[in-house]
């Protein structure tokens, strides 16, 4: 069984995505502006995302580099890369239809009173 290469910057972005999730089912459940916080974590994390993404770590490959052939660990993080963007939109989802369909029960803005 040949070993998956990832770098530690696809590695970073996992546990940014997982945290960020967590957090937005966490916050999902409090009252108030506390609420809102996992928008926060979102951007945080594309935030991260982009950096990583458009500035790698890594030299950028020669120009005879660049007609190489995909090896098959490009299939799995190609792979992953899609059941982890699948995931973000279920997520995103869910925490929506939960936050749009939270029970609000009205409360009266005086107490009635007989006389």
Do not use: Q
Not at 24 to 49: E, K, N
Not at 94 to 99: L, S
């Amino acid at each position: 069984m040949a070993a998956v290469m990832l770098g530690t910057g696809f590695i970073v972005l996992v546990v940014v995505w997982v945290v960020c999730i967590v957090l937005c089912i966490v916050f999902s459940r409090l009252d108030g502006a506390a609420s809102y916080a996992g928008i926060v974590a979102i951007l945080a994390a594309v935030v991260v995302t982009l950096a990583l993404w458009f500035h790698p770590r890594g030299h950028a490959p020669a120009a005879a580099e660049t007609r190489a052939a995909h090896d098959s660990a490009s299939v799995v993080r190609n792979a992953v890369v899609s059941v982890l963007a699948l995931m973000l939109v279920v997520g995103v989802v869910v925490v929506g239809v939960f936050h749009v369909f939270d029970e609000r029960r009205a409360r009266p803005v005086k107490p009635w009173t007989y006389s």
